[in-house]
């Protein structure tokens, strides 16, 4: 696969510092004591109920978020169904616990409701990774594709893409491109991508970005691991490094590794993907063992040991403050997010679309590139 020219620091280094993410891990905030947790979770219900508004979490962020938000008619879930949900959900007001291009996708879906999140500042290497300009420009060289863009950006960047994925349709978008013989430039994440070239074959050039967690996943490590428990199945996201992908047992978006959990008989799962998702495979799955996969090997430096830290922004009191005082409201500008909402629309459409048993190559039909 050829890569971009282009790659881009996330935050420097410091020399001598075992991590880099060092500005978000500072905003992460305490544990609350289990009083203080009582008493926020209440005042967060009330709330909820007084401001009209519904929670929608993802599986990376704490439990406590997860599971507030299930509690009181809200979801946690992956990002694609964090979308349809906000969609279609009739409260004014969205609460995306998460990081900020999925509260960003909530208030371009639903302009005229309010969108708050514990954390706007909560960001993603992925969407910091490719700035909106040097993205345009890479598309403007690159006229005879298809531009697809994985759900982890900015909305100016998905306002330049015929096409946007998530980690749970990004296979059969581009599987139905590829098919119709459509030549893909493909951002950012280069796993991710390079996942998807070898999936389906399709003529992939791809932006070189990212996911500081995923990038971390250790094969040598996870090999050793394998070895001392050989019964286990390995569940990998496929933001992680080919190494690691290729000793994977099943390969999946947030989502897909929980279905293959469920669906797979062993005892013992090792798991790829940020931390914060043992909180529903455990929950899910009583009688299983889930054991983290390695992030750390010689020499290795951690970044994120296994967890997102823009994910780790959101807690409880950023949550209850934001309701009670309509801080951390996300914004996108009017005109940027009707354009950005063409692809969102479509990967809806299409997802909506293969669930009902329609043939993939007839819902990217005429979108894109020729
Ligand atoms: P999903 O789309 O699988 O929920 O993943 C989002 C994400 O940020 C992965 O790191
Ligand atoms: Fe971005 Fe990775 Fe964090 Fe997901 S886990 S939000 S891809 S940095």
């Not at 909530?106 to 302009?111: D, F, M, N």
């Not at 691991?225 to 992680?240: F, Q, R, T």
Request: aromatic content about 4%.
């Amino acid at each position: 696969m050829t890569s971009a020219v282009i790659s881009v620091d996330y935050e420097q280094p410091v020399s001598g510092a075992a991590c880099d993410t060092r500005h978000a891990w500072a905003r992460v905030p305490a544990e609350p004591s289990p009083d203080e947790r009582e008493a926020l979770k209440s005042r967060i219900r009330r709330l909820l109920r007084e401001r009209n508004a519904v929670m929608v979490s993802h599986y990376y962020v704490h439990p406590d978020l997860q599971d507030l938000a299930e509690e009181t008619g809200g979801i946690v879930s992956d990002s694609l169904e964090m979308a349809r949900f906000g969609r279609d959900h009739p409260a004014r007001t969205l609460v995306v616990s998460g990081v900020r291009f999925m509260g960003e996708t909530a208030k371009i879906l639903s302009p005229e409701k309010r969108v708050l999140m514990p954390d706007p500042d909560a960001t993603c290497s992925l969407d910091l990774g490719c700035p909106a300009e040097a993205f345009s420009a890479f598309c403007d060289q690159h006229p005879d594709r298809t531009v697809v863009v994985y759900a982890n950006t900015s909305a100016a960047v998905k306002a330049r893409a015929d096409w946007l994925v998530t980690s749970s349709c990004a296979l059969d978008v581009v599987g139905a491109l590829h098919a119709q013989g459509r030549k893909i430039l493909w951002a950012p994440d280069r796993h991710l991508g390079d996942y998807i070239r070898r999936e389906t074959g399709a003529d992939m050039l791809s932006w070189d970005g990212a996911c500081i967690v995923h990038d971390e996943f250790k094969a040598l490590e996870l090999e050793l691991l394998i070895e001392a428990h050989p019964g286990a199945k390995v569940l990998v996201h496929p933001e992680s490094p080919a190494p690691v992908i290729a000793l994977a047992d099943a390969v999946g978006s947030t989502s897909g590794i929980l279905a293959a959990a469920q669906r797979m008989d062993a005892r013992e799962f090792i798991v790829a993907t940020d931390t914060g998702l043992l909180h529903k495979l455990r929950t899910l799955n009583p009688g299983k063992t889930f054991i983290e996969a390695p992030t750390a090997g010689n020499g290795a430096t951690c970044k994120s040991c296994a967890h997102c830290p823009w994910m780790a922004m959101n807690g409880l009191a950023g949550l209850a403050r934001v309701l009670e005082t309509g801080e951390g409201e996300v914004h996108v500008d009017a005109a940027l997010g009707l354009r950005a909402r063409v692809p969102i629309d479509r990967m809806l459409a299409f997802t909506a679309g293969l669930k009902k048993g329609l043939p993939a190559g007839s819902l990217v039909t005429g979108i894109g590139a020729a």
